[in-house]
């Protein structure tokens, strides 16, 4: 039987519905897992409290101005199809991650919540309940965009897609509170707020959620979803459409001595349901082929039930040439069957 570390693909080929922390903690670099901790931002390892304090190597502190959406060519080309001189984003629902097997046997990831939030600090005890593909890790749908302040001037490098659509932070907002319903007895503009959507822990990322959406959504209590603080900057005009935000600051780690691990902050731009688009106009926002390739796409799948797994790039280029060669035997075949029938008539 084959070995990942400590982990036996026979113990992880269906987890159970609550696995305990010190199920997390042997072969963890191994692992392609996803921890969901939520309510607030935070480092934990799933089965311990992760403490930065003497193992930074670079906290960079940043204020936020740019944001990117990554996403592949064909994914691109819809984008640009629905409304010429705009790009049309789709909102999809967060799920958990589907746990099919690689080729080599080795799954491709689970996803699990910390059951308890995180009230305590974590140890081998803490609880998690496996949250499977079916099921929405986050309520209702999102548009995920995340912060590359230098993108305009420096290549950017992305597992996610091979094309990222751009702009500033304040054209970002203007245009999703546009694409929101307006209130049918006002008339106005619902405002917008930021919440905390928890952290999404990985092998080594750790990432820091901030949620986008219409203050008041029923959807996110305050409760589970509090306010975070730099989102109180907005400000609006006296019929409640955007105006402004003052320069908000994020703290990413870079790097962690012992583990390696770096961290980042993502705005998830929020809708009830996966039926709503946000419309981009090209006059605000730009493209930008990213620095992608096989070996670092996360969204690898394959081409034919149990064949070769391949970023999707490759998959829509296969199928293009499978296309012209078709095309192009076809095309050969006519002209063969008007040569035939040129000669029958001499």
């Known amino acids: 039987m084959k ?12 987890p ?19 921890i969901y901790f939520p309510s607030q931002h935070t480092p934990h390892f799933p089965w311990k409290a992760y403490e930065w304090q003497g193992e930074v190597e670079d906290e960079v502190p940043e204020v936020v101005q740019t944001l990117c959406h990554v996403t592949h060519k064909k994914e691109f080309d819809k984008i640009c199809e629905l409304n010429p001189g705009s790009y049309t984003l789709k909102f999809n629902k967060k799920k958990g991650k589907s746990g099919y097997e690689k080729n080599d046997g080795s799954p491709l990831g689970y996803t699990f919540t910390a059951a308890d939030g995180i009230k305590t600090p974590p140890d081998e005890r803490s609880e998690y309940k496996y949250v499977d593909s079916s099921t929405d890790l986050l309520p209702g749908s999102y548009l995920w965009w995340s912060i590359d302040n230098s993108i305009q001037n420096k290549p ?5 897609g091979s094309v990222a659509i751009y702009g500033r932070i304040e054209h970002l907002f203007e245009h999703y509170q546009k694409s929101l319903p307006r209130d049918p007895l006002t008339g106005k503009l619902p405002k917008i707020e930021l919440r905390i959507g928890g952290t999404l822990r ?7 959620v901030i949620i986008v959406c219409k203050e008041k959504e029923p959807m996110l209590p305050y409760d589970k979803y509090p306010v975070w603080p730099e989102g109180r900057k907005i400000h609006f005009d006296l019929k409640d459409a955007f105006l402004f935000i003052d320069p908000i600051k994020v703290k990413n780690i870079k790097r962690a001595k012992h583990d390696d691990s770096w961290s980042h902050h993502v705005f ?19 493209e930008k082929e990213t620095i992608h390739d096989n070996y670092m796409c996360i969204k690898k799948r394959p081409e034919v ?25 076809l095309d050969d075949e006519r002209e063969s069957k008007r ?3 040129d000669d029958e008539e001499m």
């Open 156 to 160: 950017h490098r992305s597992q996610y």
């Open 268 to 286: 998830g731009f929020h809708f009830p349901d996966d039926q709503h688009h946000m419309i981009c106009p090209k006059s605000c926002f730009k």
């Open 3 to 14: 070995r990942w570390g400590s982990w036996e693909k026979k113990r992880d080929s269906k």
């Open 339 to 341: 040569q035939r029938c």
């Open 305 to 329: 039930p149990g064949g070769k797994w391949l970023c999707p790039d490759i998959i829509t280029n296969n199928s293009q040439k499978k296309r012209e060669m078709s095309n192009n035997s």
């Open 202 to 208: 990985y092998k080594f990322e750790i990432c820091y």
């Open 16 to 34: 159970k519905s609550t696995e305990l922390g010190s199920y997390f903690k042997g072969g963890w670099p191994e692992r392609h897992l996803e």
